[in-house]
């Protein structure tokens, strides 16, 4: 097993010289026709991408506060399995607010019989999945968006990059705290757009890429109610398209809200759009990130349902103001480009309710 990681070396350790120190002793029992085992049988994992395993695989995990704690869903850990029984590297890039490779391993043995083989590689997935779990942050925020170009540089065509994070950055390209990104996720296309125009998405031609529990947040982070769950989901499967992937695939299943141990490490905590509070002689904003999203030359609709709703139509007005209201922000570069964070604040309903007359 070659391993570069201090800590993982010292847990595999004890096990590597026993194995070692016995196969020593056997060697000189063994007759000249003895042809040793071949690596371990292949075996299925449950995934449609990438479509075949046992290549190389890239963990971007997030071991940090707001995201669940990185326990592997078994299909990833088949993923593992298969890439150490043919020796291929399987690398973690950590989360936070500084991205970089942390963890390189490689699965070798020189046990002369079947089980042995298996033994050992039970233990290194083992012993695997328990580093992953005592990861914790050493830089403030999340930034997701290079530790995903980080993850590209580090996996060699053919490999898998598993992204296993809430996917809700606070620093970099694609923070959820500068601008409406849960609304200009509702247009991912905008945002692999000024991405491509910019030069900004990594390499991802040759490489599978695999989404684990993107969306899903832990204390004290806030629960995304389903409608922006799918928006994240669709945000990251645009990003990797867009950037060459030759698949996707996402999983989601039911973690626990529990973070991982962060050692006072923090990562702010995201505003979610907020249900509209209507007040009398007030205005108020319907943002396209909220329940009540924008659609261009459709801003009659919303009369239509407070009328079906028994409000007087004599009593609503309604305007297309465009790039011409007074509450548009400047949404595009000076190089033409247009700029998804604020795209998605102009993409708004401005309510305005007058006061009572009586």
Known sequence: MNIRNPTFARMLGALAATCV?????????????????GPPAAEPVALTC????????????????????????????????????????????QVDGAPKVTLEATFRTTAQSPEAQQRELEKFT??????????????????????LRTAALATPSGGTIVLVDS?????????????????????????????????????LSGRSVVL????????PQAELNENLRTRVVSLWEDVASAAGASCTQSLAGAPARES?????????????????VFKPCSETMLTDGGPVGFKGDLAGRVKRILVSQGVDADRITTEGAGNQSKYHVPDVGPDGTLLPGPAAENRRVVVQLSCSSG
Not at 23 to 37: G, M, N, R
Not at 212 to 219: F, K, S, W
Not at 260 to 276: I, K
């Open 50 to 93: 990438p479509t075949q395993a046992g290549g190389p695989v890239t963990l971007v995990v997030g071991a940090r506060a707001n995201s669940p704690r990185p326990d592997l869903p078994i299909e990833i850990q088949g993923l593992v399995r298969e890439a150490a029984k043919t020796s291929s590297e399987v690398q973690v890039v």
């Open 260 to 276: 991982a141990e962060t050692d006072g490490v923090g990562v702010t905590t995201v505003p979610l759009p907020a249900d509209p």
């Open 212 to 219: 684990v529990n993107v969306g899903q947040t832990a204390e």
């Open 126 to 147: 083992e012993n695997f999945a328990t580093l992953l779990r005592e990861l914790k942050p050493k830089q403030p925020e999340a930034d997701v968006f290079e530790a």
């Open 167 to 203: 996917g809700i950055p606070t620093k970099g390209q694609l923070s959820f705290l500068e601008g409406d990104l849960f609304g200009a996720a509702e247009k991912p296309d905008e945002v692999t757009g000024y991405l491509t125009a910019n030069r900004l998405l990594p390499d």
């Open 21 to 37: 120190l016995a196969l020593t002793a056997a060697c000189s029992q063994v007759a000249d026709w003895f042809t040793p085992p």
